[in-house]
């Protein structure tokens, strides 16, 4: 393989600027060519794409985002729209990609792995929901700048002994949160693998309040309830003063943590090396810190598994 592109897609994520400079870098340093395709599926579809050198991949490992620019293109499904593509690939002589995206990024890898364009994809998600690989790429920055936010809300809580929702994003998947409350020592987590428990809830406070506890910091997942409906209800049973706090996007900016840079570099790489072995339509995970890949529709269908034991020591150290 002589010339390889690489995308991101769908939603951004700290960590995919340095996963580009390894595709990047680790291509031209086994005689590849390397384009940048601009905005995702969308960009690649109108060719919006220009080689990119060392130096053009360079200053950009610390900076969170990605300076490809994201985009999604539901348009991307239909054959003809991917087609378009595809013509644009050949026009620049790319014979295969990189995708660093989330799911719906890796079914269009898949697709265009199906129409002759070798593609690998890299998983690019602060939710940490792609089951293939145990850590995706922003993860680790999105959960301590959840950390570093709810360490902040304790101060103002505990001064006023007062309560503390905090809304927590990751879809449908609680990891950010389950991680989030470990580190953060939240006196509860609420995740869509275990739904809402509200007398459990009252029944936490109402202890806390007992041991005199100055504050209590409820962890809650995106798109399970209405965080303020939620601080109301607990402030209307416990007598607490409530506060909620959508932590929102701020949860998908900032620097990479090193963590997230070295998962990064490692996964550019391997994808790069998959590539000049001639492999297709396969997704790149992390298990048990060992690189490994899987065909993309095999990861798709793999079940997700909830990690009890963190979910019950999250529980048991509150
Ligand atoms: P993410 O990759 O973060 O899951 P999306 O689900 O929005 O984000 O997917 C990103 C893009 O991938 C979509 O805008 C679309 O262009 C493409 N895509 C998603 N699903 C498919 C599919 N079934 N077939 C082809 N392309 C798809």
Request: proline letters at 2%; glycine letters at 12%.
């Amino acid at each position: 393989v002589k010339r390889i592109g690489v995308l991101t897609s769908g939603g951004d994520a700290p960590g995919m600027n340095a996963a580009i400079r390894a595709v990047v870098r680790a291509g031209i340093a086994n005689n590849i060519e390397v384009f940048g395709i601009y905005n995702g599926y969308a960009g690649l579809v109108k060719g919006d794409i220009k080689p990119l050198t060392n130096s053009d991949v360079g200053g950009i490992i610390n900076r969170g985002g990605t300076f490809l620019g994201s985009a999604r293109l539901p348009e991307f499904k239909n054959i003809e729209v991917r087609e378009l593509g595809v013509e644009q690939l050949k026009k620049h002589g790319i014979e295969a990609l990189v995708v660093i995206g989330g799911d719906g990024s890796y079914m269009g890898a898949k697709k265009l792995t199906e129409m002759g364009i070798n593609c690998i994809a890299l998983p690019g998600t602060i939710d940490n929901d792609i089951v293939s690989s145990d850590f995706t790429i922003g993860f680790d920055t999105a959960l301590n700048t959840v950390v570093d936010a709810i360490d902040r809300l304790r101060d103002t809580s505990a001064s006023h002994a007062r309560c503390s929702v905090v809304e927590i994003m990751g879809r449908h998947c609680g990891d950010l949160t389950v991680w989030g409350a470990i580190a953060s020592g939240a006196e509860e987590l609420i995740v869509p693998e275990k739904g809402i428990n509200m007398d459990e809830i009252v029944a936490q406070i109402e202890e806390g309040k007992k041991r005199q506890k100055k504050h209590f910091i409820v962890t809650l997942a995106e798109l399970m309830t209405d965080a303020h409906e939620l601080a109301k209800e607990i402030e209307k049973r416990t007598g607490v003063e409530t506060r909620a706090t959508v932590l929102g996007h701020t949860q998908r900016g900032g620097a990479p943590t090193a963590a997230d840079r070295v998962l990064a570099g490692r996964m550019g790489a391997y994808a790069v090396d998959l590539l000049i072995e001639g492999q297709g339509g396969r997704c790149v995970g992390i298990r048990d810190n060992k690189l490994t890949h899987y065909d993309i529709l095999e990861a798709l269908d793999l079940p997700r598994v909830f990690d009890e034991t963190l979910y019950n020591l999250a529980k048991q150290l509150s």
